[in-house]
């Protein structure tokens, strides 16, 4: 055991039952399972992953509805432009 450890056994030994619960908790929330870890992020990845896999498949239908000559730069200018005013 490292000097560091037995110095943490020592101040841990002088506290309450209390205190060592609170500490455990205060532990426990900083340095997360790594099982629990694990199993939320490919989760959420992979929900991530299809949400924009199901956006870009969409693409070519939104398209569809759009006239030929829709610039979506000009379009968010004008958006701010009524939006904000003008700066200058």
Do not use: H, W
């Not at 099982?35 to 929900?47: G, I, K, M, R, V």
Request: charged share 30%; proline share 6%.
């Amino acid at each position: 055991m490292s000097e560091l450890q037995q110095k943490a056994v020592q101040l841990i030994s002088g506290l309450s039952d209390d205190n060592i619960s609170f500490l455990i908790e205060v532990i426990q929330r900083l340095m997360p399972q790594e099982a629990d870890t694990a199993a939320l992020c490919p989760e959420q990845e992979s929900t991530a992953i299809q949400a924009f896999q199901r956006l870009d498949a969409a693409r070519p239908e939104v398209k569809r509805y759009l006239p030929d000559d829709f610039d979506p730069e000009k379009e968010l200018e004008e958006a701010r432009a009524e939006r904000y005013g003008s700066f200058d």
